[in-house]
């Protein structure tokens, strides 16, 4: 496969885009990790699984598999604990309309 040249989008499609924002989180026995907006939905992807609960209604517990997808949308807030003794990685994907 070959390219010979870049394309640039039109414009007008490129205001349609979401916005994406994807950060690495490492959360301590005890501590929590928050929604980072309220007009975002969110994925959040395990890198080596731990015991979470939701501390925000309808405080829901999650165990999260290393590799494991799983969908926080915005109608849905979050503030997820590390109930845990062990560190638990995740990376959050931040997704604006």
């Known amino acids: 496969m070959a390219c010979n040249d870049l394309s640039v989008p039109d414009a007008e499609k490129v205001k349609n885009l979401p916005n994406l924002t994807v950060t690495h989180f490492t959360i301590e026995p005890g501590a929590a990790a928050e929604q980072p907006g309220s007009s975002s939905d969110c994925r ?54």
């Open 44 to 97: 959040i992807i395990g890198i080596n699984g731990g015991d979470l609960i939701n501390e925000e209604p309808p405080f829901l517990h999650v165990y999260l598999e290393k590799d494991e997808v799983i969908l926080m949308p915005k109608e849905q807030p979050f503030r997820l604990r590390n109930r845990g003794s062990q560190n638990v990685e995740l990376r959050l994907l931040e997704i604006r309309r």
